[in-house]
């Protein structure tokens, strides 16, 4: 009995001791000034939390050791008074197993927690290696710095609570990269295109996390459409745009009359922006002036004119303002504009045609159609298309009604002599035959010709030689009005240049030479060659033909940049416009 008392009083004995060491160890408290082996293992203790005091830890527990264990307790939320009492030191026991991760990680740290920051860097596209130790090197760092720079971060290398933050949002499947742009591939990706397709830029009706081509048209229309840099990269701004939009003011699938939408102010911009004007002060509803300049946008673009702003008339509206091929707020002689060639679709609709194959170039037979326009709908007649010529020609065009045609060559008789032929090559030089160039120029301005209202008479029509007689001939008993002959110049130096135009004194003279001047201005200006001149010269076909006749050298064989245009479909038109603006120059 006696014996089992005494087991029993060592055991109580016992516990009591080990109960009293860990109240010891615990209530343990190292401050400033302390001297104590257990500082030792604190400074490296601290150290692998990512707070070094110093590379040779002493006893002592001095200034800087009190500002390290601050840091640490600021960084993990303990009373921050640089005591490393039981609540200090049992956190930095966590951290220092791995239980807790470390308020900061950097380059040259070892801990157990990197292998985990290696394993999320991974995750989130920005591998270190395969093999994760508890060493932050240098490839660490710059995965870091990488995934930092990718999410708007500041790119230091350290990881602390901002990444920490942005690399948990990217792994709960919550995160956009700061930008996304051409040739990205990113799960966000997806719900970009959503958010596009639902703001009425729909990429893909089965979109994947590639950022292509289509994507980035679509965030440009977008941008642009919301008042922002349309360089297709998708940022902060833009994706604030985006969600204000997702919000409730995207725009709607169509608008039409009679609608009011917050959107309509963009579309009447934009409409503004392409060459259709509807208001300086746009509002959200869409009136009838906005449906009529919707129908003339319509038209203009070769779209169902019905008023209504759906899917087509959005993606067309996107592409011209994407290319900056609206129609100018005014066009003018001499101007060069994708948009005249459908001014001039437009003028020949209301009974004003300039040419059957209209080009780029504002010329003075289109500047004087559109004088005749002017003038037949009361509109001050200074052949330049403006705002009120615009609305006017809307106007007429959406409603049917044209005037009669008013031609600017009706009852006139040209005749076009395309120079040599058949065994008469003319000039051989670059890979082209003059009689070749000659008859393709000649054949041209014949169309534009008649679509003038002229008659025509050919020469030839086809690679055959009507002798010189033989051409005089035709001029003098035809009772036509005028006689072009059309040639290339050939020189022995190849850097001969420009165009020339001649005429002769015998009959006509005074004809002749206003004839060769207006077409010689005309066509240069066509064709932005050299200016040789109108020059007095005796060839046959102009000096024994009795009409008003001219001999037009268009350019030089024998140049090879000149050479080299004439193989341009759109130069020999342009040619012939030239000669054609020239000649009905001459008439009016």
């Known amino acids: ?342 001014l001039k679709k437009d003028l020949a609709e209301v009974g004003f045609p300039v040419s059957g194959s209209p080009t780029e170039y504002f010329g003075s037979v289109t500047e004087s159609q559109v004088k005749a326009f002017q003038r037949a709908y009361g509109l001050t007649a200074d052949g330049i298309v403006g705002s009120a010529t615009y609305s006017k020609l809307d106007e007429v065009l959406l409603n049917g009604t044209t005037l009669p045609s008013n031609k600017a060559l009706s009852g006139r008789t040209i005749v076009v002599d395309p120079g040599h032929g058949g065994s008469d090559p003319g000039a051989i030089a670059n890979g082209l035959q003059e009689k070749v160039v000659a008859l393709d120029i000649s054949k041209r301005l014949e169309t534009k010709l008649k679509a003038q209202g002229a008659t025509v008479i050919m020469t030839r029509s086809t690679d055959v030689y009507p002798s010189l007689t033989d051409r005089v001939n035709i001029a003098n008993s035809s009772g036509a009005d005028a006689f072009i002959s059309i040639h290339l110049n050939a020189a022995t130096s190849t850097s001969a240049n420009g165009t020339e135009t001649y005429w002769n004194s015998a009959h006509a003279a005074t004809s002749s030479r206003s004839l060769a001047t207006n077409i010689q201005q005309e066509l240069v200006r066509a064709i932005n060659t050299n200016n040789r001149g109108v020059k007095e010269a005796n060839f046959q076909v102009i000096r024994d033909t009795r009409i008003p006749s001219v001999l037009v050298e268009v350019g030089f064989l024998t140049n090879p940049t000149e050479a080299n245009r004439m193989k341009s479909a759109s130069f020999l038109d342009s040619a012939a416009e030239g000669i054609l603006n020239g000649t009905i120059k001459h008439f009016n």
């Open 1 to 342: 009995m006696r014996f089992h008392k005494f087991i029993v009083f060592c055991i109580t004995l016992l516990l009591s001791c080990v109960l009293w060491s860990n109240e010891t160890a615990q209530a343990q408290v190292l401050k400033l000034g302390t001297y104590d082996t257990a500082v030792i293992q604190l400074k490296i203790d601290l150290e692998k939390a990512g707070f070094k005091v110093s590379d040779n830890p002493t006893t002592y527990f001095g200034p800087t050791t009190e500002q390290k264990v601050k840091e640490f307790q600021q960084a993990y939320g303990l009373t921050v008074d640089g005591i490393a009492g039981p609540a200090t030191l049992s956190k930095l026991e966590e951290v220092v197993r791995g239980t807790v991760r470390p308020a900061t990680l950097r380059f040259g740290d070892r801990h157990p927690y990197v292998i985990q920051l290696k394993k999320d860097l991974a995750e989130a596209g920005f591998p270190v290696s395969g093999s994760p130790t508890e060493y932050f090197g240098s490839v660490t760092e710059s995965q870091v710095k990488a995934f930092q720079r990718a999410h708007g971060l500041t790119a230091n290398g350290v990881v602390e609570s901002a990444t920490y933050a942005k690399l948990d949002e990217v792994l709960n499947g919550n995160s956009r990269p700061a930008t996304l742009r051409f040739g990205d591939r990113h799960p966000y990706v997806i719900q970009l295109k959503k958010d596009l397709a639902e703001a009425g830029f729909p990429v893909s009706g089965s979109p994947t996390e590639y950022f292509g081509s289509v994507t980035e048209s679509q965030v440009k229309a977008f941008q642009r459409a919301h008042g922002l840099t349309a360089n297709g990269v998708v940022e902060s701004a833009t994706y604030a745009k985006l969600d204000e939009v997702l919000n409730g003011n995207s725009r709607p699938a169509t608008l039409r009359f009679g609608d009011r939408h917050p959107y309509v102010i963009q579309l009447k911009k934009d409409l503004a922006e392409a060459g259709f004007p509807v208001s300086g002060s746009p509002t959200e509803y869409f009136g009838s002036v906005t449906e009529s300049q919707v129908k003339a946008f319509q038209r203009a673009y070769g779209l169902t004119v019905d008023g209504i702003v759906g899917s087509a008339t959005y993606a067309k509206l996107d592409e011209v303002l994407k290319n900056g091929t609206g129609r100018p707020s005014t066009l003018r002689f001499g101007d060069r504009h994708p948009y005249v060639i459908q």
